[in-house]
């Protein structure tokens, strides 16, 4: 089982940036996609962006309420997933979570129950 830890969250203005990491440790081998996904409070958890490699090629999604504006990428020798999250808007503000699937897919095609490992989370507030 692979072990994820999210970082980089934090208190943003609108139209702000950050970056959050999502580090990967013990059993990453086997894992295809990582995914981001967010919960605003009082609102269902939503799938953001995922990246998965297919036979050697990278495949990206992104939520059409993000897209041009976040960018998913991964440092395989690192273990770590990233979100670059540009342009912030208040209603980005959510917990934001690092998840992985063993599914051999490309990326638009995961839906949020075939992640089945996830992080604890890490909070992002865009708010002036």
């Known amino acids: 089982q692979v072990h994820l830890v999210e970082s980089g969250g934090g208190l943003v203005q609108p139209g702000g940036s950050l970056r959050l990491s999502c580090a990967a440790s013990?059993?990453?081998?086997?894992?295809?996609?990582f995914g981001w996904f967010r919960q605003a409070p009082g609102k269902e958890r939503e799938g953001v962006s995922y990246?998965?490699?297919?036979?050697?090629?990278?495949?990206?999604y992104y939520a059409a309420s993000v897209k041009g504006r976040f960018t998913i990428s991964r440092d395989s020798a690192k273990n770590t997933v990233y979100l670059q999250v540009n342009s912030l808007k208040t209603e980005d503000t959510a917990d934001y979570y690092c998840?992985?699937?063993?599914?051999?897919?490309?990326?638009?095609?995961?839906?949020?129950?075939?992640?089945?490992?996830w992080g604890q989370g890490t909070q992002e507030t865009v708010s002036s």
């Open positions: 013990g059993r990453t081998l086997g894992y295809h996609a």
């Open positions: 990246i998965s490699n297919v036979d050697g090629t990278t495949y990206t």
């Open positions: 998840a992985a699937s063993r599914l051999m897919l490309q990326a638009s095609d995961y839906v949020e129950a075939d992640f089945g490992d």
